[in-house]
Nanobody, 124 residues
Framework: QVQLVESGGGLVQAGGSLRLSCAAS????????MGWFRQAPGKEREFVAA????????YYADSVKGRFTISRDNGKKTVYLQMNSLKPEDTAQYYC?????????????????WGQGTQVTVSS
């Protein structure tokens, strides 16, 4: 079992930055591929970024490529999402998720463990 707790969300103006953190606890972390997903009001949850257990490969949704950076610190059992040049359309609840395996995936169905989410609101 892996427990996940997100933090770092908040209200920011367009063009600003936020860094989300996801702290993991439980039996394993270093062998889990990790991902970030988001869900805006009235929309389905969508993939944002994913990282393998070793830090590579890394995948991004086209909508965030070049603006967001996912990283992980296995010693701290934490995965991060650095979000720059934020846009109002980035407003959503952001979720951290962990796979049971080391191989990264972009499909949320491949993730077994989920955090409660942290809200990101970008004002125009």
């Amino acid at each position: 079992q892996v427990q996940l707790v997100e933090s770092g969300g908040g209200l920011v103006q367009a063009g600003g930055s936020l860094r989300l953190s996801c702290a993991a606890s439980g039996r394993t972390f270093n062998s889990n591929a990790m991902g970030w997903f988001r869900q805006a009001p009235g929309k389905e949850r969508e993939f944002v970024a994913a990282i393998s257990w070793s830090g590579g490969p890394i995948y991004y949704a086209d909508s965030v490529k070049g603006r967001f950076t996912i990283s992980r610190d296995n010693g701290k059992k934490t995965v991060y999402l650095q979000m720059n040049s934020l846009k109002p359309e980035d407003t959503a609840q952001y979720y951290c998720a962990a796979r049971k395996w080391v191989i990264v995936a972009t499909d949320q169905a491949g993730y077994a463990y989920w955090g409660q989410g942290t809200q990101v609101t970008v004002s125009s």
